[in-house]
Nanobody
Framework: QVQLVESGGGLVQAGGSLRLSCTAS????????MGWYRQAPGKQRELVAH???????NYAASVMGRFTISRDNAKNTVYLQMISLEPEDTAVYYC??????????????WGQGTQVTVSS
C-alpha cells in the first residue's frame, strides 16, 4: 500500500507565496516522476509541474517563472514553491507520483488534494 500526503495549502493574498509538500510512504521500491496538478471549480485537472527522478523539471506555461518544483529522493518528497500568486492560481492542488512497489507493479498514485486560495 502506498500513500501520498500533502501539506502547505491555504489562503494568501495576490502576490504572496506558498510552499506545498507531498510525501510518499508505504511499499515503495522506487519513484519515477513526481508532480503537481490542480483543478479549479468547473475546470479540468491540469498539470502544473512535474520532475523526473533525475531532477529534470517541466512546467505549465502559466506558472513558468513563478513556481519551482523540487524533490528530495531520500525523503520521497516533492515540493512546489509558489511565488507571485495570482487569483487564477486558486484551485485544489493534487500531488502525483509514479511508483514501482516491491511486487514490481508500477502505478500512478494521487494525494488527497490541498486547497490553495489566492484573494485579490
Amino acid at each position: 500500500q502506498v500513500q501520498l500526503v500533502e501539506s502547505g495549502g491555504g489562503l494568501v493574498q495576490a502576490g504572496g507565496s506558498l510552499r506545498l509538500s507531498c510525501t510518499a510512504s508505504g511499499s515503495i521500491r522506487s519513484i519515477d516522476v513526481m508532480g503537481w496538478y490542480r483543478q479549479a471549480p468547473g475546470k479540468q485537472r491540469e498539470l502544473v509541474a512535474h520532475i523526473t527522478s533525475g531532477g529534470s523539471p517541466n512546467y505549465a506555461a502559466s506558472v513558468m517563472g513563478r513556481f519551482t518544483i523540487s524533490r528530495d529522493n531520500a525523503k520521497n518528497t516533492v515540493y512546489l514553491q509558489m511565488i507571485s500568486l495570482e487569483p487564477e492560481d486558486t484551485a485544489v492542488y493534487y500531488c502525483h507520483a509514479g511508483i514501482l512497489d516491491w511486487t514490481n507493479t508500477y502505478s500512478n498514485y494521487w494525494g488527497q488534494g490541498t486547497q490553495v486560495t489566492v484573494s485579490s
